[in-house]
């Protein structure tokens, strides 16, 4: 079986992990954190708001069975893509909507879905949402890993 990696950033990591990791198709998911200056940040440098990076979840999916397009999908129908920096109660450039792409492909869908998004009228505002390269992606410590899972939950209480 050959896997692909897909990463995004939709908010806090916790819900958007647990979303993602429910899909059939995908192998495997991990928390962190992506698009920032420091190297191997700690949650609570990235909490500063001062790092740069995203909390991100990097997903790990079989093509054979689960496409990057249904992946977007599911990405966009799961957070608010046109608030800047925030989701929610969640304000910091840490929550920013954004996907990084790992080929040019990727670059290529993920375009391609944010326009047809734009062009719906789903959304009253402008979508936020960053496409970019894949940068280093740096786990984020183990308590944050499958997080609502281990706690019996299946999303964050707001």
Partial sequence: MTTEKATFGAGCFWGVEETFRNLKG??????GYAGGTKENPTYEDVCTDATGHAEVVE???DPAQIGYDKLLE???SNHNPTTLNRQGPDVG???RSVIFYHSPQQKAAA???KDKLEESG???????TQIEPA???WRAEEYHQRYLQKRGRSHCAV
Avoid: D, S
Wanted: net charge positive; proline share 7%.
């Fill in 122 to 128: 789903r959304f009253k505002r402008p979508i936020v």
């Fill in 59 to 61: 997903v790990e999916f």
């Fill in 74 to 76: 599911v990405f966009w």
């Fill in 135 to 137: 940068p280093a992606f």
């Fill in 93 to 95: 450039t840490q929550y």
């Fill in 111 to 113: 375009e391609a879905a």
């Fill in 26 to 31: 995908v192998t495997n998911t991990g928390v």
